[in-house]
Every structure is written in structure tokens, then in C-alpha cells.
């Protein structure tokens, strides 16, 4: 089959994540098929392809890379009776309405949030599904992702522990030990693409320490690393999680996590608000990531979670929207921006820079999924990016740093999205989904599934 070409050209900036860190004015890329070959001022890029894009007056940046998530509580967001708790008592109130979720509920909230996702500037994204009532299955979030073209890590999610053996969640919304690994072992036999270029990969998840046993957490481990996937859970996310790990396991998050194997380049966790100095030095030894979401913590009060220190001391942090009930947005690049803010408030106002936190999106996440093929813009990557109209109300008199104004301003959707080189996002418009439609249907399910 010949090779099908799409030229990039004119960009106002062309932010490259690159080596360099290069910033290229009037920039432009050259895509082959999926991947890219070439970067740079438009003059020195081959002058025609099968589809050139003019994208004079925009910015373009490495697609964002998403480390965590739960879509389905998109149908749950703003819930009365979960607005103001804090995790545990948050969980509770909600776990009762997530007990009726639906297939139908998982592909239509999928969907939405992938829109939401790549509407925003991200083209890549994980999910972590945890909880599966009714007959959901992860395959009805893979169909979706397929379906919008997203770049999809998908993590087994799994809860074993329910309240009768001391867990959080109600017995009606965990699953059995063994079933959980076996449905984990074909999803990975199914899925998993461990292909450069990869647009599925499944990850084993199994959803916090104070939801699955301690036997669970090692089988996962095993299973995970007998087929050479990742691992992702929650941990350390606020103070009554560590006061749960200190009274049930009698250590700290970090030592239970290293007690069970689950540290090394394979392995995420997401939050890591009360990581001690220990659990830091721990994770930068380890090369253990940690999936950052600064809006979720803020919501649900759990604290400030020293980014600072761990990139100081090398650990890989990502960025996370986290699920929709605890952030209620979806925007990769508010959350970048709240990302720096946050930072701010713990750390001084030298804690982050508008370049660092955009690199925590993009590069941090490539590193945090364990990949090499996307978070930069450079030959051999992945085709993978996103455009911004520089002229938009939210950015006017901010054009003195066009990068900057991303970070700092208040942005609104993409131009384009461009995902394993296919066009997702044209002239503002998803591409490859009927939005309105969508929305709607998700309206109707999310009023269905709270009402009960
Ligand atoms: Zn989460």
C-alpha cells in the first residue's frame, strides 16, 4: 500500500517536547501513514502531501497524554449527595448508583469523555474501570476507543474486598479473586498491542489497597509481568488512606506497594498526595510513576501532592483528569494549567513553570505508560498532536509566549487533533462521531443510572 502523507505548515509555534525542547516559529511536521518524518520551519518540509493543513495563526503541541481516569462517572458528576465529601465518604455515597451501571453506560460515557479528552488537546489516554455490574466488560470501553480513534491504555480494574471482609465497597459491587484474573488474562490475550505505535494496551489495575487483598495485589503483579504489561492502582491518595495501610498492613502506602512488588518502570499510581520522603526516594530508585490530578485532589480536599519534590528527586509523574465525579471536568490542558497553580500554592512561585508543567502532560505521561513512541513531536514519533487557535478570546494579549498563554489562559477546544495520523479533530468538529447525539444519549443514561 503506498504511504499516505499529511503536511502540517505555518504554524505561529511548533512546540516540540523534542531533545532540544525546540519551539519552532512558522513550524510544520510531515506525517507519513502514523508515524512522523519530519520537523521543522515550513520552508525545509516537502511542499505538497496527499493532505497539507495550514495552520498559520495556530499553535501546535505533542498530543496530551492522560495517566488517569475512570469514564463511566461521567454519567455520575455533580451528584448532590457527593459534592462536598471527602474519598471515603465520596466512594460510599456513590458506589450504590454505580452498582447499576450498564454496557450500554460504559460505551456511551467512554465516548463522551474521549471527546471531551481529545477536544482538549489529548490523544492519548488510559481509563482505569473498576467496578462491573450487569455484564460490563473492559471490552465496551476498548470498542469505544476504537470507535473514536483515541489512543487507548486500558487498565482491568477490579474491587475484591468488600464491606463484610472489611473493604469500602458493598459486597454487591466486588468481584471473585479468580474470575478477576482470568477475565484480566484475556483481555491482555485479546488486546494488548505491544507494538510500537500501539493504539490499545491493557493494563492490570486492580483498583487501591483498600478495596483488593494483598494476594490479589501479587497474583496482579505476576500476571502483569509474565506478559510484560503494566500495572496502575490509587495510592496514598489523602490521610485516611494512610491511616488505613498503617492499621490494616502496618506500613506506609509506599512500603506495602514495595512489599508487593509493585514498584518499577512498569508500574503507575495515581495520586500519591501523602507520598512520605521515603516513599519519594522509594520511587525514584524504582523508576515507579505517579499519574498527578491536581483538580481531583483539590475536589475531594486530599491535599497537595509534592510534584516538586518527586521530579527533583526523579521520579516520572503524568497528569490525570481522574474520574468525572471527582474532577467534574475532562480538559487535559485546565488541568495542566491547575497543575502549575497548585504547585504554586504548596511550593512558592517558582515550583513550576508553564514549559515544565506542559511537559509533565506530554513526555511525563509517555513516560509514566512506559512508552518512547509519543509525548514529542520529532521523526520516528508517533503522529500524535494537537492545534490551538492562537487568535481565540481566552488568549487575546497573551501572544508574547504563545506557549505560555496555553498554560496560563483559559483555553478553549482544539482547531485539530491529529491521532496515529489520522485527522480526529477538523476545523473544531469531532470527525469521527455524531457529538450532539452522543451527548444527548449520555444525558439520558446518566439521568437513568442516578435516578435508579
Ligand atoms: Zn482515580
Known amino acids: 500500500m503506498p504511504n499516505k502523507t499529511l503536511l502540517i505548515r505555518n504554524a505561529e509555534s511548533l512546540v516540540t517536547m523534542d531533545a532540544q525542547r525546540r519551539e519552532i516559529r512558522q513550524g510544520g511536521l510531515f506525517v507519513e501513514n502514523n508515524r512522523i518524518v519530519a520537523v521543522g520551519p515550513s520552508e525545509t518540509l516537502p511542499h505538497s502531501a496527499d493532505e497539507v493543513i495550514d495552520l498559520r495563526g495556530h499553535i501546535v ?16 458528576r455533580a451528584v448532590p449527595a457527593a459534592q462536598n465529601g471527602e474519598l471515603f465518604n465520596w466512594l460510599s455515597n456513590l458506589y450504590p448508583i454505580w452498582a447499576r451501571l450498564t454496557p450500554e453506560m460504559i460505551g456511551v460515557s467512554t465516548l463522551t469523555a474521549m471527546a471531551e479528552l481529545i477536544l482538549s488537546g489529548c490523544t492519548t489516554s488510559s481509563d482505569h474501570l473498576y467496578i462491573y455490574p450487569n455484564g460490563c466488560q473492559l471490552d465496551h470501553s476498548i470498542e469505544a476507543a476504537a470507535q473514536i480513534g483515541m489512543r487507548f491504555h486500558a487498565s482491568r480494574g477490579s474491587m475484591s474486598v468488600g464491606q463484610s471482609k472489611g473493604g469500602l465497597p458493598p459486597d454487591a459491587v466486588v468481584e471473585d479473586e479468580a474470575a478477576i484474573l482470568r477475565d484480566t488474562q484475556r483481555l491482555i490475550e485479546t488486546y494488548h498491542d505491544a507494538d510500537r505505535y500501539a493504539m490499545q494496551r491493557v493494563v492490570v489495575a486492580p483498583c487501591s489497597p483498600f478495596s483488593v487483598s494483598r494476594d490479589l495485589m501479587r497474583e496482579a503483579a505476576a500476571l502483569a509481568r509474565h506478559y510484560g504489561v503494566s500495572l496502575h492502582t490509587h495510592l496514598a491518595e489523602n490521610v485516611n488512606d494512610i491511616a488505613y495501610s498503617r492499621e490494616k498492613f502496618g506500613m506506609t502506602p509506599a512500603e506495602y506497594a514495595q512489599d508487593l512488588g509493585w514498584v518499577g518502570h512498569d508500574v503507575w499510581h495515581a495520586h500519591c498526595v501523602q507520598l512520605d520522603a521515603q516513599g519519594i526516594e522509594l520511587f525514584a530508585r524504582t523508576g515507579t510513576g505517579v499519574a498527578h490530578c491536581p483538580c481531583s485532589n483539590m475536589r475531594l480536599a486530599s491535599g497537595i501532592a509534592p510534584i516538586r519534590k518527586m521530579r527533583d528527586a526523579g521520579v516520572p509523574v503524568g497528569l490525570g483528569v481522574d474520574g468525572s465525579a471527582s474532577n467534574d471536568a475532562g480538559h487535559m490542558m485546565s488541568e495542566v494549567r491547575q497543575a502549575l497553580l497548585l504547585q504554586r500554592v504548596g511550593f512558592g512561585p517558582d515550583a513550576m513553570t508553564a514549559r515544565e508543567a506542559l511537559e509533565i502532560a506530554t513526555l511525563g505521561g509517555a513516560k509514566v505508560l512506559n512508552r518512547d513512541d509519543i509525548g514529542a513531536l520529532a521523526p520516528g514519533m508517533a503522529a500524535d498532536f494537537a492545534a490551538f487557535d492562537l487568535r481565540q478570546i481566552g488568549l487575546a494579549g497573551a501572544l508574547h509566549d504563545p506557549l505560555a498563554a496555553l498554560v496560563f489562559c483559559n483555553l ?5 487533533s491529529v491521532i496515529n495520523g489520522r485527522v480526529v479533530v477538523r476545523e473544531g468538529q469531532i470527525a469521527t462521531l455524531d457529538l450532539p447525539a452522543t451527548i444527548e444519549r449520555h444525558n439520558r443514561l446518566a439521568q437513568r443510572l442516578v435516578a435508579g
Open 412 to 416: 478553549g477546544a482544539v482547531a485539530y
Open 61 to 76: 503541541i505533542p498530543g496530551l497524554i492522560n495517566t488517569h481516569h475512570h469514564m463511566y462517572q461521567s454519567l455520575t
